[in-house]
């Protein structure tokens, strides 16, 4: 995620970090303790507003990705909520009043309710938490700030950034928007191990600031799929008239599912090797838009609270979407599944008192964090052969 602030303060926001990369991978940005970053911080103590963190966010999320939806109905969307709802609220920490009012109540918050102390001593935990190093999960959430030298920014707001925000500064000549260009995009580069290369292309005359938001994100299945087991070629119904080809990946390990009679959806849960799942929900056919509208903090507290064992088919596939984000499913890691159904069981080892849940249309999918339970990422797969 990338901002733009302008002399008359105006904000543009460009939606575009983080890739997932694969093979068992999403990627986005690589965290390099000898480049000089910090590698630990202090957890603030715990207050009222951290205990409603992640329903807060989970609904910020559920109502951006219900944006990038309508905008957008036919497209893959893929995004990082957890990103986003930080980088907003690190902009939050330099701006006025009435803007500040603004984007808390974009993100769900008010000041009657949150002292500002507590808003940014939450986020400040929630990205500790975030970055605290794990064995087998690498995850890393951080951001940049390149600031104009004509901008005199307090001590202070730089010293909180970099505390609070895991921020990085640097002072930047803004006279020279190619050689800015340049340097901005390197930096991303970098961060990114490669994956996202020029995201700038056209800074405007009169920019005094920019933000960058990147996280990283690799793991492992707990349960990897089985190469050998994967159907070279089958059907992804992208809509009634359009049908695609992909490998699809399946096994015979028990996940846990949910059919939520409510919603006509059944959801089913993946685990990665360490603190961290992915959740794919297949709606049944005509009831997307309901799944859709329906979707905030308390239906995943519900399908948490409700879900069984189950087999899972997935597709395997590269998919490009919002964020400028790439996720590739395979085997060994992060995955994105396609529908759902129940269908005849042929292979011997599977007793047929267990259903088999197939991901072969339009499906929903999100990663989330066991610890904070912060969704990672949120997204919606409408045609996995298609970057």
């Known amino acids: 995620m990338c901002y733009h602030l302008h002399s008359r303060m105006s904000v543009f926001l460009y939606l575009f970090l983080l890739v997932l990369g694969l093979q068992a991978t999403i990627h986005c940005a690589q965290y390099n303790s000898s480049e000089g970053k910090v590698t630990t911080c202090h957890l603030p103590q715990q207050n009222a507003t951290l205990y409603k963190m992640s329903s807060i966010n989970a609904d910020f999320a559920f109502s951006l990705y219900r944006r990038f939806s309508v905008e957008n109905p036919d497209w893959n969307i893929f995004f990082s909520p957890v990103s986003i709802s930080a980088a907003l609220a690190m902009l939050s920490f330099g701006s006025g009043s009435s803007t500040q009012t603004q984007i808390l109540e974009v993100l769900g918050f008010n000041l009657t309710d949150t002292p500002m102390t507590e808003f940014h001593e939450?986020?400040?935990?929630?990205?500790?938490?975030?970055?605290?190093?794990?064995?087998?999960?690498?995850?890393?959430?951080?951001?940049a700030?390149?600031?104009?030298?004509?901008?005199?920014?307090?001590?202070?707001?730089?010293?909180?950034?970099?505390?609070?925000?895991?921020?990085?500064?640097?002072?930047?000549?803004?006279?020279?928007?190619?050689?800015?260009?340049?340097?901005?995009?390197?930096?991303?580069?970098?961060?990114?191990?490669?994956?996202?290369?020029?995201?700038?292309?056209?800074?405007?005359?009169?920019?005094?600031?920019?933000?960058?938001?990147?996280?990283?994100?690799?793991?492992?299945?707990?349960?990897?799929?089985?190469?050998?087991?994967?159907?070279?070629?089958?059907?992804?119904?992208?809509?009634?008239?359009?049908t695609v080809q992909v490998p699809m990946m399946h096994q015979l390990e028990q996940y846990y599912h949910f059919v939520d009679a409510e919603l006509n959806c059944t959801v089913l849960q993946m685990d990665y090797s360490e603190n961290a799942l992915a959740l794919f929900v297949l709606p049944k056919e005509g009831h997307m838009e309901l799944v859709e509208a329906a979707m905030s903090s308390k239906t995943l507290k519900?399908?948490?609270?409700?879900?069984?064992?189950?087999?899972?088919?997935?597709?395997?596939?590269?998919?490009?979407?919002?964020?400028?984000?790439?996720?590739?499913?395979?085997?060994?890691?992060?995955?994105?599944?396609?529908?759902?159904e129940t269908v005849s069981l042929d292979q011997p080892e599977v007793a047929p008192i267990h259903r088999i849940i197939r991901f072969d249309r339009t499906f929903l999918l999100m990663i989330l964090e066991r610890r904070t339970r912060s969704i990672l990422f949120l997204g919606k797969v409408v045609n996995p052969a298609k970057e």
């Open 302 to 340: 519900k399908w948490n609270r409700l879900l069984q064992k189950g087999f899972p088919f997935l597709p395997h596939m590269t998919l490009e979407a919002f964020h400028k984000a790439v996720l590739h499913i395979g085997e060994e890691g992060t995955k994105e599944g396609a529908a759902l």
């Open 145 to 242: 700030v390149f600031i104009g030298q004509q901008v005199k920014p307090l001590a202070k707001f730089l010293d909180d950034v970099k505390t609070l925000y895991e921020t990085e500064v640097f002072p930047t000549n803004f006279s020279n928007l190619s050689a800015v260009q340049q340097e901005i995009n390197s930096y991303v580069e970098k961060q990114t191990k490669g994956k996202i290369i020029g995201l700038i292309q056209d800074l405007r005359l009169n920019i005094i600031m920019i933000l960058v938001n990147y996280i990283h994100f690799k793991a492992q299945w707990a349960n990897p799929f089985c190469v050998s087991k994967t159907e070279e070629s089958s059907n992804f119904s992208v809509d009634n008239t359009t």
């Open 122 to 143: 939450s986020f400040q935990h929630l990205i500790c938490s975030l970055n605290f190093p794990k064995n087998e999960l690498e995850l890393q959430v951080g951001n």
